[in-house]
């Protein structure tokens, strides 16, 4: 049994860890952080020119055809840079929702665009504070059109397209809800940009008034299509927040052997020794979920849905711990604007939250097993 990527997929993650490295150092993404520029443009043109956009793609409609193992690949080098780019909601919400949902027009449409990095995608869920579920959707779908408000929506105020999450019925089952497919630039929806934790990843608040949509998917099917996109970008996102947290944990390490503190390195002492230690057994424990979820996501396997949730609450935990921990070893250095590590730690609590609480994954990790277990 293999419990590691391939010669090929370890090959393409040291090829998107040399592109990041050299297009997306920390000052790209303090270019966004400072500026008002909502994503870096560049990277996104450079990430679609060398195929990362479209890595899970089939070939059929413009991507890689590789798979999502690769994509796994090159979340964790997304993760490690910080990159401040939409990939996470274009590529794991609103790609994943067409190929599983999708009629095959469009597919043609949307899938073709995201790959070239000439489409940016979003999925519309949330509705104010709480964690994903049928009774907090309340947006109306009548007649083909859409009336309501959605937030947080992740890139939602640069998306060319949403996938959103409607009411259709009032019984109060799951089948009450559908999705909808909404072209931003056909009118009918504003767009507000939201201030957050890290503004390298925007929010937005969407307004439907009178919105035409189309249906993704048949109808009183949408909330089984979102628990499935929920639990494949879990396992995506996952992969992402290792990547950060491996990151942080480097530069404590590299920070311990560089700072002279009483005539002798700082990661000498005892309690700073305890420090990285931990954050490494942190970070070890996540990768071995993420590569669970990994093998699940890929071979679509039952296990899906507990191995989406075990590595999102441990990835959660282990880039939060890391990063953390990172400004603690900096000391007082850490805390300030000037060095970097701010920067991680805003991700990780953003990435915290992005699709539903640490408590909500803990909540269906523990119904999930309790379902299995009863079959």
Same mark, same amino acid.
């Given at each position: 049994?293999?419990? %590691?990527?391939?010669?090929?997929?370890?090959?393409?993650? %040291? *090829?998107?860890?040399? #592109? /990041?490295?050299?297009?997306?150092?920390?000052?790209?993404?303090?270019?966004?952080?400072?500026?008002?520029?909502?994503?870096?443009?560049?990277?996104?043109?450079?990430? =679609?020119?060398?195929?990362?956009?479209?890595?899970?793609?089939? *070939?059929?409609?413009?991507?890689?055809?590789?798979?999502?193992? @690769?994509?796994?690949?090159?979340?964790? &080098?997304?993760?490690?840079?910080?990159?401040?780019?939409?990939? $996470?909601?274009?590529?794991? /919400?609103?790609?994943?929702?067409?190929?599983?949902?999708? $009629?095959?027009?469009?597919?043609?449409?949307?899938?073709?665009?995201?790959?070239?990095?000439?489409?940016?995608?979003?999925?519309?869920?949330?509705?104010?504070?709480?964690?994903? $579920?049928?009774?907090?959707?309340?947006?109306?779908?009548?007649?083909?059109?859409?009336?309501? !408000?959605?937030?947080? !929506?992740?890139?939602?105020?640069?998306?060319?397209?949403?996938?959103?999450?409607?009411?259709?019925?009032?019984?109060?089952?799951?089948?009450?809800?559908?999705?909808?497919?909404?072209?931003?630039?056909?009118?009918?929806?504003?767009?507000?940009?939201?201030?957050?934790? %890290?503004?390298?990843?925007?929010?937005? &608040?969407?307004? #439907?008034?009178?919105?035409?949509?189309?249906?993704?998917?048949?109808?009183?099917?949408?909330?089984?299509?979102?628990?499935?996109?929920?639990?494949?970008?879990?396992?995506?996102?996952?992969? @992402?927040?290792?990547?950060?947290?491996?990151?942080?944990?480097?530069?404590?390490? %590299?920070?311990?052997?560089?700072?002279?503190?009483?005539?002798?390195?700082?990661?000498? #002492?005892? =309690? !700073?020794?305890?420090?990285?230690?931990?954050?490494?057994?942190? =970070?070890?424990?996540?990768?071995?979920?993420?590569?669970?979820?990994?093998?699940?996501?890929?071979?679509?396997?039952?296990?899906?849905? &507990?191995?989406?949730?075990?590595?999102?609450?441990?990835?959660?935990?282990? #880039?939060?711990?890391?990063?953390?921990?990172?400004?603690?070893?900096?000391?007082?250095?850490?805390?300030?604007?000037?060095?970097?590590?701010?920067?991680?730690?805003?991700?990780?609590?953003?990435?915290?939250?992005?699709?539903? $609480?640490?408590?909500?994954? @803990?909540?269906?990790?523990?119904?999930?097993?309790?379902?299995?277990?009863?079959?």
């Amino acid at each position: 049994m293999n419990f %590691d990527f391939s010669d090929d997929q370890k090959q393409l993650r %040291d *090829e998107a860890r040399k #592109f /990041l490295t050299e297009k997306c150092p920390p000052k790209a993404v303090r270019a966004v952080l400072d500026g008002k520029e909502p994503y870096d443009r560049e990277l996104w043109k450079g990430l =679609a020119d060398m195929g990362f956009l479209g890595v899970a793609i089939p *070939e059929a409609f413009g991507g890689a055809g590789a798979g999502h193992l @690769e994509l796994c690949v090159v979340a964790e &080098e997304m993760g490690r840079a910080l990159a401040p780019v939409p990939f $996470s909601s274009t590529v794991y /919400l609103a790609a994943e929702a067409i190929l599983l949902a999708g $009629s095959d027009a469009q597919k043609r449409k949307w899938l073709p665009a995201i790959a070239s990095g000439s489409a940016i995608g979003t999925l519309a869920l949330f509705e104010g504070k709480g964690n994903p $579920s049928p009774q907090a959707i309340k947006l109306a779908a009548s007649g083909g059109t859409l009336n309501g !408000v959605k937030k947080p !929506v992740p890139d939602g105020a640069i998306a060319d397209f949403a996938i959103v999450a409607a009411r259709t019925g009032s019984s109060g089952r799951d089948s009450d809800i559908s999705l909808f497919l909404v072209d931003m630039k056909a009118g009918g929806v504003e767009a507000k940009t939201l201030t957050n934790v %890290d503004p390298t990843r925007g929010q937005a &608040e969407l307004t #439907f008034r009178n919105c035409k949509a189309e249906p993704i998917g048949a109808a009183g099917d949408g909330w089984s299509i979102l628990s499935q996109v929920l639990d494949r970008a879990a396992v995506l996102m996952a992969f @992402e927040q290792v990547g950060g947290a491996d990151r942080a944990l480097e530069m404590g390490r %590299d920070y311990a052997l560089d700072r002279i503190a009483f005539g002798r390195p700082i990661g000498s #002492f005892q =309690a !700073v020794k305890h420090i990285l230690a931990d954050m490494y057994v942190s =970070a070890t424990l996540a990768r071995s979920n993420c590569y669970y979820g990994a093998w699940a996501l890929s071979t679509n396997a039952s296990e899906l849905p &507990e191995a989406a949730a075990s590595a999102r609450i441990s990835a959660t935990q282990a #880039f939060q711990h890391c990063s953390k921990n990172n400004i603690q070893v900096h000391g007082g250095m850490g805390f300030t604007w000037e060095f970097d590590c701010h920067m991680y730690y805003r991700r990780a609590n953003a990435a915290a939250l992005g699709l539903g $609480s640490l408590s909500y994954w @803990e909540d269906q990790l523990i119904d999930r097993m309790r379902k299995r277990n009863a079959a």
